[in-house]
């Protein structure tokens, strides 16, 4: 995988703005449970490819660290030579001189050549690290990211649990509510009140019943004073008849 194309994917990944996502989805459960899969593999091969991308980072380093080393090395090998040329130059052994200032000038030329390779290689280790640092900061995005998803996942799953309890509760309620003309517990309750009136209807009747009774007497008691009276006048009248005939 190319470095600007880790380092495009990771930038586009991290930018995705979730909710608007969201927004469009149709299932945004299924699609925050795909997005979760889609950064989890990306995150992975992202980071195998940026831990490449550091390990060529730190190659360079090393080398470039190497030739500057080297670079010191034959300088002191350059400055023994020359001033082992000037000593034997000095004690009149110009033969020898010549061969150390010889071996001095093959040892700056290491030298030269250590330093311009890691002049060189500067640029590169700038630009290198210039783009680890770029993926590292993407990636630590998109692991935020992922984090978000998995948080906005898990809310969804938990507040479409409490809908559909809430949803079956009350569908229970509903089953079981008592004001429901067609429950059982209605039907059970109008039946009972049926029963009391039925009951108050026998005893307004008994009622009514007895005191025909008690009427009955009263009537028959005004017929029976009305007899006696009427046996009364016709024995006064009699008397009074035969009192008069004497």
Do not use: C
Not at 130 to 140: A, E, H, I
């Amino acid at each position: 995988m190319a470095k600007q194309s880790i380092l495009g994917r990771i930038a586009q990944l991290a930018k995705a703005n979730i909710n608007s996502m969201l927004d469009q989805a149709e299932d945004p459960k299924l699609m925050l449970d795909q997005m979760v899969r889609d950064y989890t593999s990306s995150i992975a091969e992202a980071e195998s490819a940026v831990a490449q991308t550091i390990g060529n980072l730190r190659l360079l380093e090393d080398d470039h660290r190497e030739d500057i080393q080297a670079a010191s090395d034959w300088g002191r090998k350059a400055l023994a030579a020359s001033s082992k040329a000037d000593e034997l130059r000095a004690a009149g052994n110009a033969a020898d001189a010549d061969k150390f200032d010889s071996l001095a000038r093959v040892a700056l030329g290491k030298q030269l050549q250590y330093e311009n390779e890691a002049k060189d290689a500067e640029p590169t280790i700038a630009s290198q690290t210039q783009v680890v640092d770029q993926l590292k900061q993407g990636l630590n995005a998109m692991r935020e990211k992922l984090g978000q998803l998995s948080s906005k996942r898990d809310e969804l799953i938990a507040r479409s649990k409490t809908v559909e309890a809430q949803t079956q509760v009350h569908e229970a309620m509903k089953s079981i509510d008592i004001m429901d003309p067609t429950s059982e517990v209605s039907r059970f309750e109008e039946k009972i009140r049926r029963e009391e009136a039925k009951v108050r209807g026998q005893q307004e009747l008994a009622a009514s019943s007895l005191d025909a009774q008690f009427e009955s007497l009263e009537d028959l008691g005004e017929l029976t004073e009305v007899e006696a009276r009427l046996a009364a006048l016709k024995s006064g009248g009699s008397q009074r008849a035969v009192e008069s005939g004497a």
